[in-house]
């Protein structure tokens, strides 16, 4: 029965979001990475620390994951979203409107896998901008 009790803990905790931090230059918000076969790749390279690319209100970043659409895949984000592009192997973060944009929502240069989110207020991402680096840890 123990060998049970540690498995079922095990796996409850793996079917828990992951709470995670980023900080782009002053701004630190938090967020979670979700449960899906992506998003736990994706957690299991953090720490990421790296240089990003900005896309409108959106930073992108090429990360060692390889994964393909899945049944997240979608066009249709929201500000504070945190996506996988499969094109491009890359993380992207949402915080406004992409040059694909015509309102205020950010629209993904293709599909991408949602993996995640930002917790409080993406828009903040705005003020790192000029930055060139970007941190995303376990919390």
């Known amino acids: 029965?123990?060998?049970?009790?540690?498995?079922?803990?095990?796996?409850?905790e793996r079917l828990m979001p992951t709470p995670i931090m980023i900080k782009a230059g002053p701004v630190?918000?938090?967020?979670?990475?979700?449960?899906?076969?992506?998003?736990?790749?994706?957690?299991?390279?953090?720490?990421?620390?790296?240089?990003?690319?900005?896309?409108?209100?959106?930073?992108?970043?090429e990360i060692p994951v390889d994964m393909p659409l899945d049944?997240?895949?979608?066009?249709?984000?929201?500000?504070?979203?945190?996506?996988?592009?499969p094109i491009g192997r890359a993380i992207a973060i949402f915080f406004g409107p992409t040059p694909l944009s015509s309102g205020p929502d950010p629209i993904p240069a293709s599909e991408v896998n949602?993996?995640?989110?930002?917790?409080?207020?993406?828009?903040?991402?705005?003020?790192?901008k000029s930055e060139k680096r970007i941190l995303i840890q376990k919390r």
Not at 122 to 127: D, G, I
Request: hydrophobic fraction near 40%; include cysteine; charged fraction near 25%.
């Open 1 to 12: 029965t123990n060998f049970c009790y540690i498995m079922c803990i095990a796996e409850k």
């Open 71 to 85: 049944e997240t895949a979608t066009t249709e984000v929201k500000t504070g979203d945190i996506g996988y592009w």
């Open 28 to 61: 630190v918000l938090e967020g979670e990475l979700f449960d899906s076969p992506t998003a736990r790749a994706v957690t299991d390279i953090l720490p990421i620390k790296t240089t990003f690319n900005v896309w409108g209100d959106e930073f992108y970043f």
């Open 114 to 128: 949602i993996v995640g989110r930002i917790k409080g207020d993406a828009r903040e991402l705005v003020e790192a």
